[in-house]
């Protein structure tokens, strides 16, 4: 239990550090680049991540996920991630004038061209954070990841000023990844498997043809927004709801990618030794609920002060849409765990099954809630989002004996202690109008009082965070005293 607390604080401070750099690096873009160029390079981002889900095709999971790995298993999923990444690679490549064409975008050409190299890289990056992370090594993957982050920034930024324009950024994400590749290969260097094998991959290949689709669809959540008005509309519109989209995902995801990047090897290791998995899972979701259910709210309440610190007025717009997107998430925070629960029982099939669903749902209500505006597109995400808790809990309760009871039940504290700290924030806005504040000022009140509130709520709701908090809190203390 120690390894994977330690796992988990290092996935955590890692993540955070990473967003934290790339917080300074959006807000450095942002008044370094105009909102059509930012959305210029939004819609062939959302292009890129979306394939870049498809490039391992399991092979991660299934070195994660097995019982033993031997230099077989390691070689065979070099050859899948191989054929994959390559064959990605060369798509991106031969197909960039087609793709940039469908947006009316001709720019987008070089860029694809520039952001498909990267595929040529990725398998040596893959295979060796998976073997990090099944041995539950998260502080050298984060270190990894911080290096070559902040490489990508200084890229990035001098090639802005040599007026790149938005081909800067994806220079910068190719030297990023050229650095994480050499990093990750020096860091997993007692391993000295490289070679890759192509035969015998279909036991990789059918769990990853599941596990992969899956991670395309869940992505498709945070890049379909920019490419149906990439299609429909502008790039400035584009970068005006990326923004807000932006803003909300560097809220939640420094904890939910914590989290996911532990939670795979962590079921996976719970499942193996035989635990009641679905009390597992409960004490989990409450676990991560009670952290970034108020963090959201919180956040969303703020957009406005938050958009004009990090980005400036000209963004305005995107608060509201940031607001909305904040419950949208609060949502899916209680589905988050469901995939990795799903595929440490082996129900690769049933996951996938939803997924296609809810990505031609969200498809469908994005296509039609964008003749009314950006402002409104949210309300997809958020119908969304609630058909997909629904289809969840249904499945869970069949598949792993998941009482519906139970979990709901489990959620009260951490809703309570959301609504305290909703109330808290409103009286906040109250006594200092976030809308003509200033927003350093609101950024500082906020500060000093929600983390001593959320602290204190969550003692008397007796929650388990608030005894891992003192737990860490104990430890840095000692470490001082040392």
Sequence with gaps: MSSIRSGLIFAFAGKYGLKVINLLSTVLIARLLSPAEIGTFAIASSVVMILAEVKLLGASVYLIRADNVDENKIRKAYGLTFLMCWSIALLLIFGSGSISAFFNQSSLQNVFIILALSFFLAPYISIPDALLARRYLFKTISAISLISVVLQLIVTIVLINYDYSFYALAWGQLIGMLSRMLLSLYFTRDIKVYIPSFKGLGEIAKLGIYTSAAHVLRRFNYTAADLVIGKMGTPTEVGLFSRGM??????????????????????????????????VYIKATVLLCSVLWPILIVAGIAALPAIRLLFGTQWDVAAPIAFLLSIWLSIKVMSFLAPSLLIAFGEESIMFKRD??????????????YQYGIAVLPFAFLINALVELLLTIIILSFKVNLSLKSFFLALTKPLLLTICCLVTVKVVDYYFDFAIYSPIGVFLLLLVIMPPVWLVVAKLLNLTIY?????????VKLLNLK
Excluded: C, H, W
């Design 356 to 369: 296609i669903f809810l990505f031609f749902l969200l498809l469908s209500l994005l296509i039609y809630f």
């Design 246 to 279: 932006g803003y909300i995902d560097f809220v939640s995801q420094s904890v939910l990618d914590g989290v996911g990047a532990i939670s795979q090897p962590y079921m996976s290791d719970m499942k193996r030794k035989g635990s009641d998995i679905s009390n």
């Design 467 to 475: 005894f891992e908090v003192k737990n860490v809190l104990t430890k």
